[in-house]
């Protein structure tokens, strides 16, 4: 891969202030107070909310406890999402901190996925890492691990540790010169107008004429309206990490240096602001 590190310290280190707040109806013995947290970008809620739930806990009554899960504005939040995937399709637009409330009790079983552990997340970041893989390298470079990378790339991102995770991942990451490329790049869009929870098919980094396929490209094949407005004016938004990538970049570029350490390029398409 080209080596931009600065671009991969980057994302690894984005943070979003977060206040969290306990729900209204929750019963608690004395009055809970908000907490705020520096929450990372690349993780997920259920790795890096101990302190939110020890906090709360404190002024719960044992009884009322149950399992914890998270909302924004009415919306409850996927813990199988990535965090920096969640905010920019829920509250990319508004004041920070991101504003969260806390529930313990009453869980949206239609809304998310039970996560009883660690061991739940874990495999579902290596069930997401495989699948990239497959459509990179047809599983050759993850079947070649050994067990032991498969669990230094999990503890690089549970420990937030940027160099243990990229000695293994950047393995990933490469392919043979004579081929520019990966074999298909591993994405997923998500519309926040849209019940449907994302698009993903199978698309090519390079064109059949030996040039550079683009984000542009991409989302021209898979989401037209997101780039082609009826009216002349773009009513939406391409955020990737929290931020527009300009439509020319390269879509190998970006899979290589703003996939989440899931492999996966996560594109949020989100209404421009109006103001």
Known sequence: ?????????????????????LYQDEITE??????????????????????VKKHFQKVMRQEEVSEIWFEYEGTPLKWHYPIGLLFDLHASNTALPWSITVHFKNFPEKDLLHCHS??????????????????????????????????QLWMGLQNDKFEQFWAINRKLMEYPPEDNGFRYIPFRIYQATTERPFIQKLFRPIASGGQLHTLGDLLKDVCPSAITPEDGERKTQVMIHGIEPMLETPIQWLSEHMSYPDNFLHISIIPRPTD
């Open 1 to 21: 891969m080209t080596d931009d590190k600065d671009v991969l310290r980057d994302v690894w280190f984005g943070r979003i202030p977060t206040c969290f707040t």
């Open 118 to 151: 660690k061991d739940v997340i874990e495999a579902h970041f290596m069930a997401c890492i495989k699948e990239a893989d497959a459509l990179k390298h047809k599983s050759q470079v993850i079947n070649e691990m050994q067990k032991k990378d498969h669990k």
């Open 30 to 51: 004395r009055e809970a107070e908000p907490y705020y947290l520096l929450l990372p970008r690349i993780s997920y809620l259920t790795l890096v909310t101990d302190k």
